[in-house]
């Protein structure tokens, strides 16, 4: 009787320490081309890392507490392929590094993130941020991802939504140097739509920086339509200089044939606070699957400043002409 009860209890306790085990998921992306660029001023052939998605080295994994409540985590570091350096020497887990709890209710994460115009340029970039035609190019999203940052999210019957709270950490002012940011979503079907919005005091507490974007996009069968436009208002980040823009884009892409994608896009930027600092950029883009995980690309954009903008160029006024071909693959 006493060997029956043990051997239940041993059961037990193994069932128990299983249930507990977090399940760790090691991922990555090595993307590396030719690009040719022509800023106006020079050009240069080189060898770039990321070019279609950024190369990176990921860790993710969550742990089921019961009643419905996992922990999670996710620590993610960028590097270059070209040079086998790290993409920021500043920051090992320079692409995410958080940790959370998520259950029916919503996910809140503490750490470093996304921000929320990342976080959803699949909605209205038909690049995603990359390639010749990468919408950051243009759209000034203030950084892809933001420090110390708590979060909460919450995605059902094709809503989702985030709130995030990025702590400044300047001794005794709690507003300076704060983020505050967030978006909501609605997918079903054919539409896919999202308005995000982010303000982001400087240090000294003096000024802000603001951003609005609308976008998203529509599937018609064989072609997906993307829209966006975005407002950015307050001061330049890092400066006390006014800011005062319109960043409109419209893009698709398209199947060519069962494994090929064609994307293009065009994005207008209009500067209210200078003059003559107005920029358009035009690109197309060409993706081929060889498998799920391996895709050959190729694009080619150009970035047109007026007489008083130096968008990716070294003199204002210039014409930036980029073309790349590479391979991604996925693991």
Known sequence: MKTRILALAASACIASVAQAQSN??????????????????????????????????GFKG???????????????????????????????FNRQSFVGLTNSFGTVRMGRQVNPVYANNATFDPFK???????????????????????????????????????????????????????????????????????IRNPSDTGSTEMTLLGGNYQFGWAKLYAAYAREKGIILGT???????DLLLGLTAKAG?????????????????INADASQVAIGYIYDLSKRTALYTSYGQLRNDSAAKYKVVAAGTTDKLLNAGVRHFF
Not at 26 to 51: K, Q, W
Not at 134 to 162: M, Q, W
Request: negative net charge; proline residues 1%.
């Open 24 to 57: 760790v998921t090691i991922y990555g992306v090595i993307d590396a081309g030719i690009a040719h660029e022509n800023n106006g001023s020079t050009s240069v052939t080189r060898l770039d890392s990321g070019i279609l998605n950024s190369s990176r080295l």
């Open 62 to 92: 969550s742990e089921d507490l019961g009643g419905g409540l996992a922990a999670i985590f996710q620590i993610e570091s960028g590097f270059s392929v070209d040079t086998g350096a790290q993409a920021d020497a500043a920051k090992f």
């Open 129 to 199: 941020i990359g390639m010749a035609g990468d919408s950051s190019r243009l759209i000034s999203f203030n950084g892809s991802r933001t420090d110390n940052l708590l979060t909460y999210s919450y995605a059902a019957n094709g809503f989702r939504g985030e709130l995030q709270y990025g702590f400044g950490e300047v001794a005794g002012n709690t507003s300076a140097n704060r983020t505050v940011a967030g978006y909501f979503g609605y997918q079903e079907g054919p539409v896919d739509i999202v308005v995000t919005h982010q303000n």
């Open 240 to 246: 006390t200089n006014h800011l005062d823009q319109r």
């Open 258 to 274: 069962d494994v090929g994608t064609i994307a293009f896009s065009y994005i207008r930027k209009t500067d209210k606070a200078l």
